[in-house]
């Protein structure tokens, strides 16, 4: 069986966005247990030129529920950044995603197979197919945040390890 445009997207989001809950559950439990406040993570980056942990969570879901929504309606147009928001905030962002990723279902989502999609950056407009924007533009940004806001808690103290990144594995049924 082929791959579908509903398991390249909304099944590999689901599963990256369950490990950013539970990294982001881990490191609520990190600071209750230390006594430390989440929100001192809110404005952490792991360099300076880098964007903050908040702009990292927002990624999360900007590249995952707008993705799919710009394809659906093949404009990409993200709402505005929240900026710092508390921690909890930033959690339930996460819980919001889910429910948003669920809600597409796989017949809405493999229809759009083959569907143009243009993004407009700067003064450059961009060509894509549904299938290659999710693949060399969405996912990869999508990830980069993902991963970038782990790895600013793995800097912070957070005991995660690469189990917690990976999330839900899809394995086959035994």
């Not at 982001?24 to 247990?33: E, N, P, V």
């Not at 394809?71 to 919001?96: D, N, R, Y």
């Not at 790895?151 to 990144?165: A, C, F, N, S, T």
């Amino acid at each position: 069986m082929a791959t579908s445009l509903y398991d390249i997207s909304v099944a590999s989001y689901l599963q990256t966005v369950g490990a950013v809950a539970n990294f982001l559950d881990r490191a609520a439990g990190h600071c209750a247990a230390a006594g430390t406040d989440p929100d001192d993570f809110v404005g952490a980056r792991l360099f300076e030129d880098m964007a903050p942990f908040h702009f990292q969570i927002e990624c999360v879901y900007h590249h995952s529920v707008w993705a799919l929504e710009a394809v659906k309606s093949g404009v990409f147009a993200p709402p505005a950044l929240v900026g710092p928001i508390p921690f909890l905030e930033l959690q339930a962002m996460i819980t919001q995603t889910k429910a948003a990723l669920n809600a597409f279902t796989p017949d809405e989502v493999n229809g759009w197979a083959g569907k143009d999609l243009d993004l407009q950056i700067g003064p450059r407009t961009l060509a894509f197919t549904a299938e290659n924007f999710f693949l060399s533009f969405s996912l990869p940004n999508f990830h980069f945040h993902a991963v970038t806001a782990y790895d600013i808690l793995r800097m912070q103290g957070v005991p995660l390890g690469k189990r917690d990144y990976e999330g839900q594995l899809r394995t086959r049924a035994a």
